[in-house]
């Protein structure tokens, strides 16, 4: 087991280090602080200069719950202590690499040594997980990943083995997780259908159940007292109320056929003029949210099936969408030549269409889209062997596995709520569970194979 640990962990540290190259060489920061970075840090930047939690850059910002406490906590210790962004980067990517190991380690515990194994070791050499994008970008997603390793994991091994400290452990990390990223306030579910899903008795799961919401409530109390007595909300973040309204915006898109902001009434210029505020962070002020909120949610109302029908077939999204050849492109040369986002899946729909002289046109200007497709087909596969591993087992074993039904739902509620969006960057806290269950299917489909074999 120690030998798979360093395996795993020196694989981890090494590939970020070969990016980090990469980076010194281009003269590149070792951090990236593009796309919602900068509001993780403003907020940082106003608690420790004046005292308030706000993501306003404006000279007067009024307090907002936009970025939940855990990580402008985190990166407050650096602005405090004047300690360079770059050493950001050195502690998420060793953080990666210890996520690679609990994965493994954990996992050894619910599923075989060599799924647990190739799990973890897959998780560590992952390019996109060790790119600028994800490992060393000013974003949560690499504590999310963490702290849900350890929350699910967890879980998971009570579930299998009653062991009460994991399902304590479970709970303490989930909170932390909530604290982190404000969409994972709904994942408090998980502990009941754990309970549920164990093997105690039922009046010994409510116990244990209620110890879980008390532990969990205690650890958020701070943040939803200054949620309710100092900002006087009933809100956990402004985050889900503005993700409505943009979530109202691609809806509004997608009906009439856009495929840029001209077409749409949904934008955050137009929310800016609604809201007179002065820059984006201010259409997160509770106030302003509670009324882009209600915009969004009157809007969809009014084609309420239409909706419910661009939302489902957009969850498949999250599970092939791949950007791994364009982030690494700018990762490695600098070059930003490559379109992002499914620009090869339109030379599917375009050889589909017959419309193969576009496609050629496609295709000659950016090879690279053939690598892209593999990996989106591979990305879709690893989804695919995820999600029936729980039918798989039922039915190669005939035996109803529990963690792996907890680990389906889990997988299948993350991949509802972060639709429509659904890129890749939104799928990273949930790889290390998909990951485990396609190799555990890639298991059972090979013992099952060689079984047969042998019988013939």
Known sequence: MRKKIIIIFLSAVFLRLFFGVFWYINDRPFYNASGDGPSYIQTANNLVEKGIWSSDPDNNPKPDNFRTPAYPLFLSVFLKFNIPFDYIAIIQGILMAVSAVLIYFLGRRLFNESVAFWTGFTFAIHPYLASSFVSSAILTEVFAVFLLIISFFGLAIYIKERENKFLVIGSVFLALAALTKPQFLIFLFFMPIAALLSKDKFLIKIKKVLLCFLIYFILISPWLYYNFFVLKVHQFSSVPSVSVYIIAGYFQESLKGGHGQQF???????????????????????HNAKTLAKLGTDFIKTKLFSFAYYHITRIPRIFYHDT??????????????????????????????????AAKTDLLQHPSWFLSLFLKAITLLLAILAIINFFLVWKFTGQISQVSLFFLLFIISFG??????????????IEPFILILAFDSIKLIYQKSKSFLWQK
């Open 324 to 357: 791994t050849v364009e982030t690494l492109s700018g990762d490695l040369n600098g070059s930003q030549n490559l379109k992002p986002g499914e620009m090869d899946i339109n030379v599917i729909k375009n050889i589909w269409k017959g419309n193969f002289s």
């Open 264 to 286: 749409n009434d949904f934008t955050f210029e137009q929310a800016k003029r609604i809201t007179s505020s002065n820059n984006d962070a201010q259409l997160f002020e509770p």
């Open 416 to 429: 509802v709520m972060a639709s429509p969006v659904g890129q890749q960057r939104y799928r990273v806290p």
